[in-house]
């Protein structure tokens, strides 16, 4: 437990947590910047096509 804090000392620490979650609040209310959405940010691009050939992809053969 702290001890020996002054009036001045609490009203600072509190107005800078209360901006802290004023600012947090602030954040979390405005609106997404324009771009892509999360579930286009999510996709990956589709595979390049698939070539046979010596030191390349081969058909199974087991």
């Not at 954040?27 to 999510?42: C, I, K, L, T, V």
């Not at 070539?51 to 053969?61: K, L, S, V």
């Amino acid at each position: 437990m702290t001890t020996h804090i002054s009036d001045t000392e609490v009203s600072a620490v509190s107005a800078v947590i209360r901006g802290l979650l004023r600012e947090e609040s602030d954040e979390r209310r405005a609106a997404p910047e324009p771009g892509q959405s999360a579930w286009q940010q999510n996709q990956r691009p589709l595979r390049g096509p698939v070539h046979p050939g010596a030191g390349r992809w081969r058909g199974f053969t087991g």
